[in-house]
């Protein structure tokens, strides 16, 4: 049974040593699909705020068992095409399972591992759903939601849908990340014309952290808070993030 994971990479250098580090001991394999053009929908002029050289540097910071795989990926500006690629070209290398790691995503690996001996022991589906908390411009603040975005694809199936549990498995540090990166964040995003009116000015700007933080939902269908930033004990994160040179920041600026 070949257990390797998958990510895909325009920018992210701050955390993506942490995010491979997390799974990297669980897996067989790493690979890393680099595109230097946004897939998310929306393109732009601007350079990419990180270079090629820079990501590979921080793609090979932790790699004691040679298992990272750099890939080029040009030429595709769709998410849809370039993720399938990219799985396509996993499954080809040998994978049974593999595991999605967005560049700001740090695995539990204790609940990693729990998550992958119940899919290989009892596992009948494709795609295996997990929820996250997600940093809010520290270590110190985070929000849960009920997202479950698909993190464990099962390849010995063509189907089927699974929730993950326990919960909050993952740590979501895409909001845990600096001024620049969120401007460039949303110059690419999919999601940018959902934005809401002067997100970044007046809620990204706010703090301590508001309530109703969600770029694009400012309260849920009752009519509630929506993604408001809880005290988070930075202590439950992995050992190795306090070796990043956030941890200790009360803000990202």
């Excluded at 992958?116 to 809010?136: F, K, T």
């Excluded at 464990?152 to 001024?179: C, Q």
């Excluded at 703090?207 to 808070?225: I, L, Q």
Aim: net charge negative; with cysteine; proline share 6%.
């Amino acid at each position: 049974m070949q257990i390797h994971s998958l990510t895909i990479l325009h920018y992210g250098k701050d955390y993506l040593p942490y995010a491979l580090q997390s799974v990297y001991h669980s897996v067989d394999a790493c690979h890393i699909f680099y595109t230097p053009t946004p897939s998310h929908g929306h393109q732009t002029d601007t350079t990419p705020i990180e270079s090629r050289e820079e990501l590979q540097s921080a793609a090979y910071t932790y790699n004691p068992d040679g298992k990272i795989k750099w890939y080029d990926m040009l030429g595709i500006r769709q998410e849809g095409p370039q993720r399938d690629l990219a799985l396509q070209t996993v499954q080809a290398a040998g994978a049974d399972i593999v595991v999605v790691v967005d560049y700001d995503e740090v695995w539990r690996r204790d609940i990693l591992e729990l998550y992958l001996s119940n899919i290989i022991e009892r596992g009948a589906v494709r795609n295996n759903l997990v929820n996250m908390i997600h940093l809010w411009r520290s270590f110190n603040w985070a929000i849960a939601d009920n997202g479950w975005p698909v993190r464990i694809i099962d390849l010995r199936y063509s189907d089927g849908t699974e929730y993950m549990h326990p919960k909050w498995g993952v740590y979501h540090f895409g909001y845990a990340v600096t001024n620049r990166v969120m401007k460039y964040k949303w110059e690419i995003h999919g999601h940018k014309n959902e934005m809401r009116a002067s997100w970044l000015e007046d809620i990204w700007a706010t703090w301590p952290p508001p309530d109703n933080c969600h770029p694009t939902n400012g309260r849920n269908e009752d009519g509630e808070a929506f993604w408001t930033p809880e005290p988070f004990d930075k202590n439950r994160l992995p050992e190795f993030m306090r070796e990043h040179p956030f941890w200790g920041k009360d803000k990202i600026e």
